[in-house]
C-alpha cells in the first residue's frame, strides 16, 4: 500500500521535474567537472524518479552498514597501534603496507573518540534477483549527501499534500547527525568545514553542509597552528582555537609539512596537532588503507575477525592477482570480468574486459603480470535498470544505478536514512560516476506502517544548529571573507546602477542622438570611439570577455557570493544565482532590437537579495560590510554620472549608518583602501563637499584597520575600473 502510494507521488514528480530543476539551478546546485585541464561549474543533473526501498528491505541494509563500517574502524584503529590483524594472518602485511591510502605518519595514533571513518560512503548496487551487494567502501571523504538532501527540500514543497499522504522516511537530520559525530570527537574549539577552494567539484556542498551544520568554511589560510594547536583566524587577526576540522581534501594535500611538500592548499603543522591531539580530523588522515579495493577484498574477513559475526551484506565476487591461483583466473576470463586500478576513483581506472581488442587486452594482461597489487578484477553484476526521465523524448529510459548510503559514527553509528542514487548518462552504461557525467536521483526510504522512523533517538540531546550557526558562522569572518563581502556589495550595486543609468542614455539614442551614449561611456572610462553603436550596447551588457560589462559585474558578484552561503544562507543567495541565470540568457538572445525588459529581471533580483539581507537575522556586522560596499560604489557612480547634491544624500545617510554599525570595532583594509581612493577622486569630478564628508570617516577608520594580508583574493576584483579604484 505504502509503495504504490510512493510510486503515485514519483509520478507527479515527473510533471513538476522542470519546476524541481529551477529551484535546483536558482540554489546553485552543483557538481564541477575537469575536463580537458579546465574546471566546468554544471548543475548536477538530477531525475525526478526516486529510488525506492522498502522499509524491511533498508532495516536489513542498516544492519548489514552498521556491522561493515564499525569493522572498518576497527580495522583502522588496528593497524596504526597492534597491528593484530596481521600478526594473526588474517590479511597478508605486504597488503597493508602497500596500499597508497597508508600512512606510517599516523602510525600509533588514536584519534579522539577513537573513531577514524565518521563518515563513511558505502556504494551499493542491487542485482537483477532483488540483493544487495557493496562496491565499494569510501571512508577518506565521501562526498554527495547534500545533493538528496536539498533536493527533498524542494519535493516535499512541490508536493506538500502528497508528502503528507505517504510514510517516507524524513532525511532532514543528516546536518544534526554529522554535527553530533564532529561535536563527540572535538576536543577544544569550534568546528570548521575545510575546502580546498572555490572550484573543488564539491564546493556547493562543502559550504552547505557548513551552512546546515553550523560549522565556519574554512580556506587553508584561514587555518593556523602554533604550540599545536589550530586556530582560525579572523579579518582581524584574532586567534579563535579549533577543536574538529572536517576537512574535504585528500590527506596528500592536508599538511605540506607531514605529507606532500609541494602543496599549496594543506594547513602546515596541522597533522603535528592532530598527533598531540589538540584537535579532531574528520575523517582521519590515513584512512585510505581501508578503503583501497585491494583491502575490499578482506572485509568480509575483517568482520568476523573484529566482530565475531557473519557478514550480513556481501562483496562482489573478486580476485586478487597477488593471489596466484587468483591471477590465473583473471588472465584466464579477462573477457568476462571488470578489472580496477586500486589507484584510482571517481570511476577512472575501470576497464570492462569485454570492451577491449586482443591487442588492448594484452596489453592490460601484462600490466597485471607486472603490477599483480596493483589490480583486482570482479565479476560483473547485472545490476537493476530504474527508470530515467529523458527530457528529449519526454519517456522513460532504463539506466544503471548504484545507491551511496552514508553511514555516520561518533557515539554511536547512524544510517542515514536516505543516500545518494547516481545513474548514467548513456544507457547501458555501468559507470554510474558524477565525475563521469552521471546524474542523481533521491533515495526514498519507506517508513513502516506504524510511523515515520527519525534517525535520532527522540530522547537523545539535540544539537541545536541554528544557535550554533550564528555563533560560528556569522561571529568568525576572515580576511578574505571580509573582502567578499564588501565586494559582493560594490559588485551587485555597480550592476544594479549602471543597468539603471544606462537606460536614459539609451532612449537619447533611440531619439536619433547616437552621440548621446558618449558621456555614458566617458564616466565609466569604457572607449568613447565605437563605430557600431549597437554591437558597443552589446559588448556592454553581455560580453564576458570584456571586465567593463555589465555580465562581468554579475559575475563578479556572484564568484563572490557563492563563498559566503554560510554566513548569509542558500535562501538569500538564489537571488544573486537568479541575476547570473538572467543576465547569461539574456546574453544568448543579445539582439538589442530584443525586450529591455529581461534587464529589469536582474535589477530585481538584485534589488530582492539587498532586502533579503537587510530583513534577514544575518549578523548587524556582516549587513554593514556588505552594505558599506554597495554605498561607496554608489557614491562613485552617482559622481561619475554627475548627480546632484540632493540625489547624493540618501546614500551618504545609509554610508554613515552602517559605518555606525562598526563604530569601535577592527576593520576589513578593503574600507580604508576604498574610501581613500574615492576621496581622492572627488574633488576632479566637482564633489569636494562630498571629499571632505567621507575623509571624515577616513579619520575615523585609521587606527582601526586590520593590516591582515589577503592571500587568495585577486581572482575576485577583476574589472578594468578596478585598476583605478580598489
Not at 557478514?311 to 570480468?337: C, Q, S, W
Not at 544548529?465 to 559588485?491: E, F, I, M
Not at 540618501?650 to 583594509?669: E, F, I, Q, T
Request: glycine share 6%.
Amino acid at each position: 500500500m505504502i509503495e504504490s502510494a510512493a510510486h503515485k507521488l514519483a509520478h507527479d514528480l515527473v510533471n513538476r521535474r522542470e519546476a524541481i530543476n529551477r529551484e535546483l539551478s536558482r540554489n546553485g546546485v552543483r557538481f564541477g567537472i575537469y575536463k580537458n585541464g579546465e574546471y566546468h561549474d554544471r548543475l548536477f543533473p538530477y531525475d525526478p524518479v526516486p529510488r525506492i526501498i522498502e522499509s524491511d528491505e533498508f532495516d536489513e541494509l542498516e544492519k548489514g552498514l552498521k556491522q561493515r563500517v564499525n569493522a572498518l574502524n576497527a580495522y583502522l584503529k588496528d593497524i596504526y597501534s597492534d597491528k593484530a590483524v596481521i600478526h594473526d594472518g588474517v590479511i597478508p602485511e605486504e597488503y597493508v603496507y602497500t596500499s597508497a591510502g597508508y600512512f606510517p605518519q599516523v602510525n600509533g595514533v588514536t584519534p579522539p573518540g577513537g573513531i577514524f571513518a565518521h563518515i563513511a560512503g558505502e556504494d551499493l548496487v542491487q542485482g537483477e534477483d532483488g540483493r544487495w551487494w557493496v562496491l565499494e567502501d569510501n571512508l577518506r571523504i565521501p562526498s554527495g549527501a547534500s545533493y538528496p538532501l536539498f533536493v527533498r527540500d524542494i519535493e516535499r514543497r512541490i508536493s506538500p499534500r502528497l508528502f503528507r499522504d505517504v510514510r517516507i522516511r524524513d532525511n532532514r537530520e543528516y546536518p544534526r547527525l554529522l554535527r553530533k559525530a564532529m561535536d563527540f570527537v572535538s576536543t577544544e574549539g569550534i568546528a570548521v568545514v575545510l575546502t580546498p577552494g572555490r572550484y573543488n567539484s564539491a564546493f556547493f556542498e562543502h559550504a552547505y553542509l557548513a551552512e546546515k551544520t553550523g560549522a565556519a568554511l574554512a580556506f587553508p589560510e584561514d587555518l593556523e597552528v602554533v604550540d599545536n594547536k589550530v586556530y582560525f583566524l579572523d579579518y582581524a587577526g584574532k586567534r579563535h582555537r579549533v577543536g574538529v576540522v572536517y576537512r574535504r581534501l585528500s590527506d596528500e594535500y592536508l599538511d605540506p609539512f607531514a605529507f606532500n611538500p609541494d602543496s599549496v592548499i594543506g594547513v602546515p603543522g596541522i597533522l603535528s596537532a592532530y598527533r598531540a591531539g589538540n584537535v579532531a580530523i574528520v575523517n582521519a588522515p590515513g584512512n585510505g588503507a581501508a578503503d583501497d579495493k585491494a583491502i575490499y577484498y578482506f572485509v568480509p574477513q575483517m568482520i568476523k575477525y573484529y566482530l565475531g559475526e557473519e557478514p550480513i551484506l556481501h562483496n562482489a565476487p573478486t580476485y586478487m592477482p597477488m593471489f596466484e591461483a587468483d591471477r590465473k583466473e583473471v588472465l584466464d576470463r579477462m573477457g568476462e570480468l571488470v578489472i580496477k586500478d586500486v589507484a584510482e576513483a571517481g570511476g577512472y581506472g575501470v576497464v570492462f574486459g569485454s570492451s577491449l581488442d586482443t591487442t588492448a587486452r594484452e596489453e592490460l594482461a601484462d600490466r597485471i603480470k607486472e603490477e599483480p597489487r596493483r589490480f583486482i578484477a570482479q565479476e560483473v553484476i547485472q545490476f537493476r535498470d530504474i527508470d530515467v526521465f529523458d527530457p528529449k523524448t519526454g519517456e522513460m529510459s532504463p539506466r544503471k544505478c548504484d545507491l551511496r548510503a552514508f553511514v555516520v559514527t561518533g557515539k554511536n553509528t547512524h544510517v542515514w536514512y536516505s543516500g545518494l542514487t547516481r545513474y548514467s548518462s548513456v544507457p547501458g552504461q555501468m559507470i554510474v560516476n558524477s565525475s563521469q557525467g552521471g546524474g542523481f536521483k533521491d533515495t526514498w526510504v519507506l517508513a513502516s506502517e506504524s510511523g515515520v522512523e527519525h534517525e535520532l533517538d527522540a530522547n537523545a540531546q539535540v544539537v541545536n544548529l541554528l544557535s550554533q550557526s550564528r555563533r560560528h558562522s556569522l561571529s568568525l569572518v576572515t580576511a578574505s571573507k571580509a573582502d567578499n563581502l564588501y565586494w559582493l556589495g560594490r559588485y551587485t550595486e555597480r550592476a544594479f546602477t549602471t543597468l539603471n543609468q544606462f537606460f536614459p542614455f539609451y532612449d537619447r539614442v533611440m531619439d536619433t542622438d547616437v552621440d548621446a551614449f558618449r558621456p555614458f561611456a566617458h564616466a565609466l572610462d569604457l572607449p568613447e570611439d565605437f563605430e557600431d553603436f549597437d554591437e558597443f550596447v552589446k559588448n556592454f551588457l553581455y560580453d564576458g570577455s570584456n571586465p567593463d560589462s555589465v555580465r562581468s559585474a554579475v559575475t563578479a558578484a556572484f564568484n563572490n557570493a557563492v563563498i559566503l552561503r554560510p554566513e548569509l544562507s542558500s535562501r538569500l543567495l538564489q537571488y544573486v544565482e537568479l541575476a547570473m541565470t538572467n543576465i547569461t540568457d539574456a546574453a544568448k538572445k543579445a539582439d538589442p532590437a530584443e525586450s529591455l525588459y529581461n534587464h529589469r529581471d536582474i535589477a530585481d533580483d538584485l534589488l530582492a537579495f539587498w532586502g533579503g539581507i537587510e530583513n534577514s537575522p544575518v549578523d548587524p556586522t556582516l549587513k554593514a560590510f556588505v552594505f558599506i560596499g554597495k554605498y561607496l560604489e554608489r557614491i562613485d557612480l552617482y559622481t561619475r554620472f554627475g548627480l546632484s547634491m540632493e540625489e547624493m544624500e540618501a546614500p551618504l545617510r545609509k554610508l554613515a549608518s552602517y559605518s555606525m554599525v562598526l563604530d569601535g570595532m577592527p576593520l576589513p583594509s578593503c574600507f580604508a583602501d576604498g574610501l581613500s581612493w574615492l576621496v581622492g577622486q572627488l574633488p576632479a569630478r566637482g564633489y569636494q563637499n562630498v571629499a571632505d564628508l567621507l575623509q571624515q570617516y577616513l579619520d575615523d577608520y585609521s587606527g582601526r584597520v586590520s593590516a591582515l594580508a589577503i592571500k587568495d583574493m585577486g581572482s575576485l576584483s577583476a574589472m578594468n575600473m578596478d585598476a583605478k579604484r580598489p
